[in-house]
């Protein structure tokens, strides 16, 4: 059974920092794509980062590089560093996961691609 559970949200003034944490169990953690999300109440869910099969980040054009994605196969946990947080980042944050139907994971930011959600982590940012 794939689990995935996040950790780290909190509340932070405008300009400070976050570590987020995805634990994964129930799967092979290296075979499978693995991505952040976050949404925000009343608005579709949307992709802040992502992993390629060549370990290779992937953040959408309108990223302000505040954000970084990174993770550690032998403990099975993804991670995302927000650095610079402003109001506008308060959310709800999901971690996800897809298992490949290729063995090939492109980085993808599209929360369809994904079928494995964890249960977010709430980020408040004040100014």
């Known amino acids: 059974q794939v689990q995935l559970v996040e950790s780290g949200g909190g509340s932070v003034q405008s300009g400070g920092s976050l570590r987020l944490s995805c634990v994964a169990s129930?799967?092979?953690?290296?075979?499978?794509?693995m991505g952040w999300f976050r949404q925000e109440p009343g608005k579709e869910r949307e992709g802040v980062a992502a992993?390629?099969?060549?370990?290779?980040?992937h953040y959408p054009p309108s990223a302000k590089g505040q954000f970084t994605i990174s993770q550690d196969n032998a403990k099975k946990t993804l991670y995302l560093q927000m650095n610079n947080l402003e109001p506008e980042d308060t959310a709800m944050y999901y971690c996800a996961a897809e298992n490949p139907p290729y063995d090939y994971c492109s980085g993808a930011l599209a929360p369809g691609e994904y079928n494995y959600w964890g249960q977010g982590t709430q980020v408040t940012v004040s100014s």
């Open positions: 129930g799967f092979t953690y290296n075979t499978y794509c």
């Open positions: 992993i390629d099969s060549r370990g290779r980040a």
